[in-house]
Structures are given as structure tokens and as C-alpha cells.
């Protein structure tokens, strides 16, 4: 066995070991620390969704909201919500037929919407935000993607 071998023998064990180290990693950051892909993910039944959710604004308590959105091509359900004072923004958004993205432009929300599943997302609107801001959908769903939008109006006082 000439030295051209014994190289090889060194480099696998360098690979082994790479994978072994991240496969610990791995282990170590999902045990221990608790990272993990998301294992709570609410479903749905897109042919049955008016039993599952309602599209619409429901206040839970002062400047707590939660807000129901269904998107199929090429529209939001409801197009137009009106938040006062909002302190807490609950989203449960899901889709009627296929992939669509929920984005507020300018803010933080931006949250993959896909049939079969209600995205579940929190937000807390920063204090000086008011007035219009223009809700857009950032997945191309079809040939009219690009007029599938809809208004959320905040209002302060
Ligand atoms: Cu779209």
C-alpha cells in the first residue's frame, strides 16, 4: 500500500468525522436546545373551509385582534379591514385553492399561505403605524396574481 492510499484512508476519515460532527450538532441543537422545524402547523379542509374559518375581524379584547383571511386566485377574503388601535394582531390565514403569500408591504408580516393549512402568525404593529397599508400577494399564483391585493387601515385615536 503506497502513499497515494494511505491519503484516502486519512480523507474519509476526515469526511466521517464532518458528518458525525454535524450529525451531533444536529442531535445536540434539537434535544437540548429545542430547534426544530414546525411541528404544530394547523390543517385544514380546503373543500369544507367555511366550517373552519370565517373571513373577517374579531376583537378578543382592548387592541386585540384576530383576523381571519381566506386567499384564492385572485383575491383576499375580506379585501378591506379596519384596526383601531391595534396593540395585537392575530392572522389565521389560509387558501381556497392554491399557494399564495400574504404580505403587508412595509411591515414585518409576510407568511406563506397554502391550501390545507391556516398560517398562524402574530403581530405587533409598530405604535406610529397608521392609516393604509397595502396587502399584496407575494407567490405567483396564476395570471392575475398581480391584482390580488387588499387595504389594512389602521387607525390611531
Ligand atoms: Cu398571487
Redesign the pocket.
Known amino acids: 500500500m503506497g502513499d497515494s492510499h494511505r491519503l484516502e484512508y486519512v480523507w474519509i476519515g476526515v469526511v466521517v468525522a464532518m458528518l458525525a460532527g454535524f450529525t451531533l450538532i444536529l442531535a445536540y441543537t434539537s434535544e437540548a436546545k429545542g430547534y426544530g422545524t414546525p411541528d404544530s402547523a394547523v390543517t385544514c379542509d380546503v373543500k369544507k373551509l367555511e366550517e373552519q374559518i370565517t373571513p373577517g375581524v374579531r376583537q378578543l379584547g382592548p387592541g386585540i385582534y384576530e383576523v381571519n383571511l381566506v386567499?384564492a386566485?385572485?383575491s383576499w377574503n375580506p379585501n378591506r379591514i379596519v384596526l383601531e388601535n391595534p396593540k395585537k394582531v392575530i392572522f389565521r390565514i389560509t387558501s381556497a385553492d392554491v399557494l399564495?403569500?400574504f404580505e403587508i408591504v412595509g411591515t414585518s408580516v409576510n407568511v406563506m399561505v397554502m391550501p390545507g393549512y391556516i398560517a398562524e402568525i402574530e403581530w405587533m404593529p409598530p405604535e406610529g403605524l397608521e392609516g393604509d397599508l397595502l396587502i399584496?400577494?407575494?407567490?405567483?399564483?396564476?395570471l392575475a396574481?398581480?391584482q390580488?391585493k387588499a387595504t389594512l387601515t389602521i387607525v390611531r385615536g
Open positions: 386567499g386566485q385572485w399564495h403569500g399584496v400577494c407575494n407567490e405567483y399564483c396564476g396574481h398581480h390580488m
